[in-house]
């Protein structure tokens, strides 16, 4: 086994590591609705305009999207869980319609395992604040949450949007009124208490996804760079900025990442999914189908909502929608596994096998590492950068040594995850041992294309191996198989016009240290295989003459395995600060 080692690099171990790390993880996956098969939404109509619901539900599908959760959005305009209505509502066509009416059907109907309740803003009536209709709220609420945990599901309750009259400044009523046919100016105070007892209920065990804040926060940061600025025209509907912004705070209540804190838009969070607008499209035609639908077939006593299909019909529509949605769902094609906690694409390009892990919450610009060889094997580095955000690729083309066949077919690769699949234009190189010949010959035909290499016991001339020895061409080992395997993915007819190419890694670092691309090589001193002073130390030399920067991190008494860092931060932080940022 040894012997067979020295002859070929990486060849024998990387297959034995990569048998070992690249089955099912036995990690468990995000605890996000986690066990959840229906979400039920209740709401006024706000929740009936459908944004945050669609984007909770998109978000909830390109993350896990093997997982089949149901999504209903039942919100009613107008309604509200106080039972209150205000004098001359809707001028005086019909009362407020009050959620309890409906609840037990709604439950009964359903048998959510997950309720999402978004109720306030219609509850103070738009009048000033009053103990007894804050009363009547808190009782609501209550109500609400006894009967929904009484049926063995678990409900979130979401603070409301709040109450915006700066667009509406001709439309609203000051204090001291005895009645509000328009909307009090100070409303928004009125919501602030409401939601702050609201938020308090945490501490009795409930769980509450506090919305009305943030959208606060972001109307006041935005508004005091753009006076004109808005959330709402009609002071009260949030658009798409703030649907998301609620999206994005219920799910973080649910158990979503941090990292989406970050997310400003809802195109933000589908900019991962090369079809997320369709898919996005396709979300909300389906809930907006079945909403009319069961909200018809449920029953409500609001008058002159739209009756939508009869609801075995919209099921199914909503049934054939689904299967578009379901297709367009997985960010990348082929089986779906689990590598290291994270999901892994495998897949077939052009012939050939093709690899993509997919971070939990990729990177803003998302950036990407590919894998030159030997996907899996000495794998710290990478499982640390796909957890930092970063997707990780790998296409195998095994026996062609970096050759212009390679670099063809790493090309059209490139070219697809870039385009198709959105990855960033720049993406940083991994060449472990003769995986170093892919990685710098093809960054040398494409460098523009190349953020950063990390070469491992780079093979950088193959004189050096597999000639080396065997062909007395270089001091190491060398292999004869491997050599014959390169002479036949060249094309080349004799051993001396393999000498004479000038094409190898050592050769063509003119295009890289042109194009400024910083190298990192880690090696050990005492490699006998692909000899240090044969190819990374004449790639420091040649390059450093030529202007380039290069990293060396020498192993002492090292030989050519293991790769890598028993600490990989080093090679991560190298690869983060050259192809991490937008």
């Known amino acids: 086994m040894k012997e067979a080692l020295s002859r070929h690099p990486c060849l024998v171990l990387g297959s034995l590591v990569l048998v070992a790390v690249s089955g099912l993880s036995s990690e468990a996956e995000s605890d996000l609705l986690s066990g959840v098969r229906r979400v039920v939404v209740l709401g006024d109509s706000i929740t009936y305009g459908g944004g945050y619901v669609a984007a909770i539900e998109a978000y909830a599908l390109t993350r896990h999207p093997s997982r089949q959760i149901e999504w209903l959005n039942l919100g009613l305009p107008s309604e509200t869980v106080s039972g209150l209505s205000e004098p001359g509502h809707a001028d005086g066509q019909f009362p407020r319609p009050d959620l309890h009416e409906r609840l037990d059907r709604v439950l009964a109907e359903t048998k959510p395992d997950l309720v999402v309740a978004c109720y306030g803003m219609n509850d ?72 702050d007892w609201l938020l308090a209920q945490r501490s009795h065990g409930w769980e509450v996804a506090d919305v009305h804040g943030p959208l606060n926060r972001h109307l006041s940061a935005r508004r005091a760079r753009e006076p004109a600025y808005r959330l709402a025209d009609d002071g ?39 079809r997320g607008a369709e898919l996005f499209k396709l979300i909300a035609e389906r809930q907006a189908l079945l909403k009319d639908a069961m909200l018809t077939a449920i029953g409500h006593a609001r008058p002159g909502m739209p009756r939508g299909f009869p609801l075995a019909e919209a099921e199914r529509r909503a049934a054939a929608l689904d299967v578009q949605i ?76 970096g050759s212009p066949a390679a670099v063809a077919a790493w090309t059209a690769f490139h070219e697809v995850l870039t385009t198709e699949y959105k990855l960033a234009g720049k993406v940083a190189l991994i060449g472990l041992s003769r995986g170093g010949l892919y990685c710098y010959n093809w960054a040398a035909a494409n460098p523009d294309k190349v953020s950063c290499i990390y070469a491992d016991a780079a093979v950088c001339d193959f004189k050096s191996w ?117």
């Open 124 to 195: 103070g009536i738009y009048y000033p604040f009053g103990q007894e209709r804050f009363a009547r709220f808190q009782d609501g609420l209550r109500r609400l949450h006894v009967r929904v945990l009484a049926r063995g599901a678990r409900l979130l309750h979401v603070t409301p949007p709040p109450f915006d009259p700066e667009p509406i400044q001709d439309r609203t009523l000051p204090s001291g009124l005895d009645e509000y046919r328009r909307p009090f100016i100070g409303y928004n105070q009125v919501l602030d208490r409401y939601s």
């Open 466 to 582: 597999p000639g080396g020895k065997v062909k007395g061409l270089g001091r190491g080992d060398g292999s004869a198989a491997e050599w014959e395997k390169l002479l036949k993915a060249y094309g080349f007819q004799s051993d001396a016009e393999a000498v004479a190419y000038r094409g190898n890694p050592v050769d063509s670092l003119r295009p890289l240290a042109e194009a400024r691309i910083p190298l990192l090589h880690v090696y050990g001193d005492a490699d006998t295989v692909v000899p240090a002073d044969e190819n990374t130390g004449v790639v420091a030399t040649r390059y450093r003459e030529l202007g380039g920067s290069i990293t060396l991190i020498p192993k002492p008494g090292v030989g050519h395995h293991p790769h890598g860092l028993a600490d990989p931060m080093t090679i991560v932080d190298f690869i983060i600060e050259h192809a991490g940022r937008p």
């Open 236 to 274: 009260v509907h949030i658009g798409a900025t703030g649907h998301w912004i609620a999206a994005r705070e219920i799910l973080l209540a649910l158990g979503g990442p941090g990292d989406i804190a970050s997310l400003e838009t809802t195109d933000a969070m589908l900019e991962g999914h090369p």
């Open 326 to 401: 379901r297709a367009l769902a997985p960010p990348f094609p082929g089986q779906r596994t689990r590598w290291q906690g994270f999901d892994r694409y495998d897949f077939e390009f052009a012939g050939k096998p093709a690899i993509v892990v997919v971070p939990r919450e990729p990177r803003p610009g998302r950036p990407w590492a590919w894998r030159g060889e030997f996907f899996g094997a000495f794998a710290n580095a990478d499982i640390e950068l796909v957890s930092r955000g970063f997707h990780l690729a790998y296409l195998g083309v095994p026996d062609l040594f």
